[in-house]
């Protein structure tokens, strides 16, 4: 039995008896419906799973007004904050191990990152705004230097919208769906309809083009490396091409080339030291991912989760499930950067049915992630020991309508 088998069983084996441990309430999902969507997952939805992500955030984020929270002059992008306290999971307002269940949690800190909420701009001092943007915002990232990138969209179109530090706005540029930051925030990239990356550095007066167009279908974002593209940055770019065969690309100021090192299939993420997270295997059931980097450090892999993001400071790596189905992600898990240790892993079970669209890095140690459960939406914290609280308390909504979308990016490394 190979690493792949191994890890999925005992992945399976536990979900089975947490599930059984479990008290049985309210609908369950058929387990043929279970074993049906596990035999639909294909390598186009690795693939494609973060652009179907954000086209769902696009769909249902309401229109916002044209108003601001300081006379259109944005706030310093979001400095690290240690939440007012910190759990332990035998503390007996937690859920049981192993179970992500946000229905009665402890509620904590506001968030130390801006956030959305129906359309609404959210700061870490506690005050809100409204949005200057021409088109409904979808995404956003705060820059180091207190500007910031927004994703837009209008219709089926999608949109970049900058703002600069006093506020004002560059004119909307159209662009392919996503948007992604380096660990410090100080550069800002996206992609034309034409496969060409685009970048944004703070303190830029425009943004400009960097390599070539890159070839290849289902062009997704995979990491932004580098602190100045006037002096190094790469852009990973990952792309199938008519076979489906996936593979990720490489932009510098030199050009757009496959990234051959490591043998990814995808790239997720890169640290400020360099080490690299991505999807080295792919299958019907599931999916690889592995750590690599530089010297004498060995790295990890593992097929029980999809290696996610760094935290800020590298030591750290967000996880969610091996395979990607559904309506969001049942599974949340960490991992130390060095020897690959498990830290925590929490799954929806058939009495918790729970989902989140995407987590963020808050501070070295916490996540925040939007949670669907029972009918309401709320804003987690979720420390790296797995303890959870609310950041902010749960309000009604349906499932594919989340009211809030969490910065592009998490917390800037060195805040």
Known sequence: MNEHENDELATRLTRTLTDQADVMAG?????????????????????????????AVAVVVPTVALASHTGGRPEPAPATQTPSRTLTTTDPAQPKAGVLDVSDLPTGAPPALEYLRSGRLH???????????????????????????????????????????????????????????NPGHTIAAWLTTSGQVVVWEA????????????????????????????????????????????????????GSQPARDGSYLTVADVASNGLTIGLDKISDSGSCSKL??????????????????????GRLVLADPAYHDGIGNGEIAMYRTDGGDPLF????????????????????THVLAPVFQDGQWSIVRIASDGSMEYAVAPVPGADVNSPFVLATGGTAYGD
Do not use: K
């Not at 387990?31 to 652009?51: D, E, F, N, P």
């Not at 207190?146 to 703002?163: D, K, L, N």
């Not at 932004?224 to 065969?245: E, F, P």
């Open 203 to 254: 303190g830029a007066t425009d943004p400009r083009p960097l390599g070539d167009p890159v070839p290849g279908s289902e062009l997704t974002l995979g990491a932004v490396s580098g602190n100045d593209c006037s002096l190094a940055c790469t852009v990973y770019v990952n792309t199938a091409d008519a076979q489906g065969n996936l593979q990720p690309w490489e932009v510098t100021d030199s």
């Open 345 to 364: 892993q929490r799954h929806s079970t058939e009495s918790a049915q729970s989902f989140y669209p995407e987590a963020r890095w808050e501070d070295a």
């Open 123 to 181: 700061f870490i001092d506690g005050g809100s705004g409204t949005v200057n943007t021409q088109h409904t915002p979808v995404a956003f990232l705060d820059m180091y230097d207190g500007s910031r990138v927004w994703q837009t969209s209008q219709g089926s179109a999608s949109y970049i919208e900058i703002q600069d530090t006093d506020g004002t706005f560059h004119e909307p540029v159209r662009t392919s769906l996503g948007l992604r930051t």
């Open 27 to 55: 609908s369950s999902l058929a387990l043929a419906t279970v074993q049906g969507r596990a035999r639909r997952i294909r390598r186009r939805r690795a693939a494609t799973a973060v652009v179907a992500a954000a086209a």
């Open 292 to 313: 690599l980097g530089g010297g004498e450090f060995q790295g990890f892999s593992t097929c029980r989760n999809t290696l996610v993001s760094f935290s800020p400071d």
